[in-house]
């Protein structure tokens, strides 16, 4: 489930460039950051 949520983190962040909305991209890369770090330090993923 970890690794899914990276992924969709990931499809969003890449919507939003397609839409040319910086925002958005900017908030959802900052929201991926946080959610890789926690699943690194709980040792959901190996990302």
């Not at 460039?17 to 699943?39: H, I, K, N, Q, Y």
Request: proline share 0%; hydrophobic share 50%.
């Amino acid at each position: 489930m970890a690794l899914r949520a990276l992924e969709l983190t990931d499809e969003l962040c890449r919507g939003s460039l397609r839409r040319g909305d910086v925002l958005a991209f900017a908030r959802l890369c900052a929201c991926g950051a946080d959610l890789r770090e926690f699943c690194v330090c709980a040792q959901l993923a190996d990302v």
